[in-house]
């Protein structure tokens, strides 16, 4: 599972390193999400490009902010139940590629898109969860994460 992990993050870092064209009118989170999630997290229509977990109707993206703001941050190890379906994936943290502004903004998109949420993450939020663990290297756990309200 680590070898699924060290390729996306290796895709991810492809593609921070390519420059994006971002169009006019175009959803900053939505096009990070796009660079970033979508390749393992894309569930939906014909194509099921992704194995991780899906986001849709997930209680991980639909509940706290502060859960899936240290997902994002620092990744996440370990079995989790989505679904009704158990995984055994790991998942990168972004805190090395992605700042604050754009780590807010994906998860604002993600959050509406596949969890009906409407209140936005702000920047603020990240950089108060980077700022709590700023020597963080490992991986979330899911009972590390169940922990926090």
């Known amino acids: 599972m680590r ?3 060290l390729i996306c993050l290796a895709l991810t870092g492809c593609a921070h390193k390519h420059h994006q064209v971002l169009v006019q009118g175009a959803d900053p989170g939505k ?3 796009e ?4 390749g393992c997290h894309l569930n939906e229509g014909p194509f099921m490009m992704g194995e991780a977990p899906p986001l849709a109707g997930s209680a991980w993206i639909a509940g706290t902010e502060r859960r899936v703001i240290r997902i994002v941050l620092h990744g996440l190890h370990g079995k989790i139940e989505v679904a009704g379906k ?5 998942m990168p943290g972004f805190a090395p590629v992605l700042t604050d502004a754009e780590i807010a903004s994906l998860l604002s998109y993600a959050r509406k898109k596949f969890g ?3 209140t936005p993450v702000t920047e603020a939020a990240v ?3 980077r700022a709590a663990h700023p020597e963080r290297k490992q991986y979330w756990t899911v009972d590390e994460l169940l922990k926090v309200q």
Do not use: M, R
């Not at 660079?35 to 979508?38: G, H, K, R, S, V």
């Not at 158990?86 to 790991?90: A, D, F, I, L, W």
């Open 3 to 5: 070898l699924v992990a």
């Open 86 to 90: 158990t995984y055994n994936q790991e």
């Open 31 to 33: 096009t990070k999400f």
């Open 116 to 118: 009906g949420a409407d």
């Open 127 to 129: 950089a108060s969860i």
């Open 35 to 38: 660079t970033y999630c979508a």
